[in-house]
């Protein structure tokens, strides 16, 4: 291979290098804390303007929570072209070349507006979601149903291991009655193939934090079809396995929703709550609401943001800070907790 040739390779080889793999093990940061960026709901037609920010963010990973284009089509060679667009967008280009990235999906990439288990081009949109996501072709996502899987970053005692689910491959058919959605009490969102894997991954786990990764917000109950309460039994038994697996510092992280906010949830086997970081409108928002969210802590943001959450580690505590940043990297929102070094919460 002559120099040419490795130059014209070399941004194509530096997008494997950022694939994200399935149960992928990335190693630990030298430095004495690890930085999560994330986001959702990105229209790949409109202005991106927060990939700068995002960079000045110096995270070591960059997760996707869904929408991470706008497709709202059944067509593969479309759905195809959009994430080629995005791809070559410059912003997320450069991204792409300086930080590792994985993500999952949502509706309007998995197929089209609220979409589940009942779309007809699943089986393709997710080799093609895999492919924007720059997972080889050998890897085991590729062949199971849906694209769950872990990404593990970091090791021994700084190691975040990070459940990516999917919450539209096996997700049953929202219920309505005279334009009105209503709670499908017997629903499911995950598929028994995906709640096993997940209780094996939190199972007896030693990573010191785990995020949990939803494209739909987990812990508000309002606006039912944006979120897992259009499911109750399904919200229920995802908590409840929480519960009895007990993994150390649990974060749920979210998007869908068009705008920012951090919830929180009392669950039995903590001392202290369990948050949800919801970032969601990278290139448009919607304006926020004082209702929909029993668990919301502090406002709700209407503004384009991404989120960061921000983990310090030291010998005799764990140091999480959770935050909702705009445009020129302004923090937006912030929640900083501290626990010790038996993962409760000072």
């Not at 969601?280 to 960061?308: C, D």
Request: aromatic fraction near 10%.
């Amino acid at each position: 291979m002559n120099r040419i040739t490795l130059y014209l390779l070399l941004p194509i080889i530096g997008l494997f290098l950022s694939a994200s793999l399935s149960g992928f093990i990335s190693e630990a940061p030298k430095k004495d804390h690890t930085r999560i960026a994330f986001g959702s709901c990105n229209n790949q037609n409109e202005a991106q303007p927060l990939w700068p920010s995002v960079l000045e963010s110096d995270p070591d990973l960059w997760l996707w929570l869904g929408d991470n284009i706008y497709a709202d089509t059944q067509d593969t060679a479309r759905l195809r072209s959009m994430y080629q667009q995005q791809l070559q967008n410059s912003g997320y280009s450069k991204l792409l070349k300086k930080v590792p990235v994985t993500g999952i999906w949502d509706d309007h990439d998995f197929g089209y507006d609220n979409a589940g288990k009942e779309s007809a081009i699943k089986v393709y949109s997710q080799q093609l979601f895999l492919d924007f996501m720059n997972v080889p072709k050998d890897d085991s996502v590729r062949t199971q149903q849906g694209i769950y899987r872990t990404y593990t970053l970091g090791k021994g005692d700084k190691k975040v291991k990070i459940l990516l689910l999917d919450v539209r491959y096996f997700r049953d058919k929202l219920k309505t009655m005279q334009g009105l959605y209503l709670r499908n009490n017997t629903g499911d969102v995950l598929g028994e193939a995906q709640w096993k894997w997940l209780e094996k991954e939190l199972t007896n786990s030693d990573a010191r934090v785990h995020i949990i990764a939803s494209g739909l917000q987990i812990l508000p109950t309002g606006m039912v079809y944006t979120n897992w309460s259009a499911f109750p039994g399904a919200r229920k038994r995802l908590l409840t396995l929480l519960e009895k697996t007990k993994p150390a510092i649990p974060v749920l992280l979210s998007g869908d929703r068009h705008v920012g906010e951090l919830s929180k949830i009392e669950l039995k086997g903590y001392t202290s709550p369990v948050y949800e970081i919801t970032s969601s409108g990278m290139t448009h928002f919607r304006q926020p609401k004082k209702s929909g969210n029993i668990f919301r802590v502090g406002e709700q943001i209407g503004a384009l943001n991404f989120g960061v959450l921000d983990i310090e580690w030291e010998k005799d505590k764990t140091i999480l800070t959770m935050q909702v940043k705009g445009l020129e990297n302004k923090t937006l929102l912030e929640k900083k907790i501290e626990y010790d070094k038996e993962q409760q919460a000072l």
